[in-house]
């Protein structure tokens, strides 16, 4: 069995179709391996058992010719199962190294996408230590740990104190306030509504300045 055309070069793109397509051909070989020896079991002998009786001569109690080609055919079957076998190992490292590059490939995109975002995220300003359940603040998504480049007009370029968040919230008292922080490296935006609850303030969080 010649390897063609057909067959994986080392130049083409291996996919698991070529893989399973292999694997066919090998289970087709086996099936024919296993036929001639069931013809070498009907006939009484293996492979190498004699043809010749105790006294030389062709045996008279078997299809010699039957035995011969299907020891033949097992030969020759034999060496095809080696090579395809090696040729399956050889396309399944193929692929696996290629989803592995591929894999490490997609994971440096990502890590440098990631960097590049949070290289233009601007540096927070203040950080929410505190959110009460129920309170305009854990409505709006506000969470421990969120930190602050943006809440209403006030900004990481404007910020001098806590002072101008409240004025802001104060001033803003029913109306929507665009309030964007950075979470786990990342930019999260949310509108945040100033208003009256059950608990103390307009918000019902704490928020600290961040030393800079």
């Given at each position: 069995?010649?390897?063609?055309d057909?067959?994986?070069?080392?130049?083409?793109?291996?996919?698991?179709?070529?893989?399973?397509?292999?694997?066919?051909?090998?289970?087709?070989?086996?099936?024919?391996?296993?036929?001639?020896?069931?013809?070498?079991?009907?006939?009484?002998?293996?492979?190498?058992?004699?043809?010749?009786?105790?006294?030389?001569?062709?045996?008279?109690?078997?299809?010699?010719?039957?035995?011969?080609?299907?020891r033949?055919?097992?030969s020759?079957?034999?060496?095809?199962?080696k090579?395809?076998?090696?040729?399956?190992?050889?396309?399944?490292?193929?692929?696996?190294?290629?989803?592995?590059?591929?894999?490490?490939?997609?994971?440096?995109?990502?890590q440098?996408?990631a960097?590049?975002?949070?290289?233009?995220?601007?540096?927070?300003?203040?950080?929410?230590?505190?959110?009460?359940?129920?309170?305009?603040?854990?409505?709006?998504?506000?969470?421990?740990?969120?930190?602050?480049?943006?809440?209403?007009?006030?900004?990481?370029?404007?910020?001098?104190?806590?002072?101008?968040?409240?004025?802001?919230?104060?001033?803003?008292?029913?109306?929507p306030?665009?309030?964007?922080?950075?979470?786990?490296?990342?930019?999260v935006?949310?509108?945040?509504?100033?208003?009256?609850?059950?608990?103390?303030?307009?918000?019902g969080?704490?928020?600290?300045?961040?030393?800079?």
């Amino acid at each position: 069995m010649k390897m063609t055309d057909e067959n994986i070069s080392g130049n083409s793109e291996i996919t698991m179709g070529d893989v399973k397509n292999l694997i066919k051909k090998k289970d087709e070989i086996e099936e024919q391996i296993k036929a001639y020896y069931d013809v070498l079991q009907d006939q009484g002998v293996g492979v190498e058992d004699s043809l010749v009786d105790a006294e030389g001569y062709p045996r008279a109690d078997v299809n010699l010719y039957q035995i011969r080609t299907a020891r033949h055919n097992i030969s020759c079957l034999q060496n095809d199962h080696k090579a395809i076998m090696a040729e399956i190992e050889e396309a399944l490292h193929k692929l696996h190294a290629r989803e592995k590059a591929k894999r490490e490939q997609d994971e440096a995109e990502a890590q440098e996408e990631a960097m590049e975002h949070q290289v233009t995220l601007p540096p927070p300003f203040a950080r929410v230590d505190a959110v009460t359940e129920g309170s305009p603040a854990c409505g709006a998504g506000l969470r421990v740990g969120d930190e602050l480049i943006e809440f209403g007009s006030v900004n990481t370029g404007n910020f001098q104190n806590l002072q101008n968040i409240a004025s802001v919230v104060q001033h803003s008292e029913g109306k929507p306030l665009r309030v964007s922080v950075i979470r786990a490296g990342q930019k999260v935006q949310m509108s945040l509504t100033p208003q009256r609850w059950s608990g103390r303030g307009l918000l019902g969080c704490n928020i600290i300045p961040v030393q800079r």
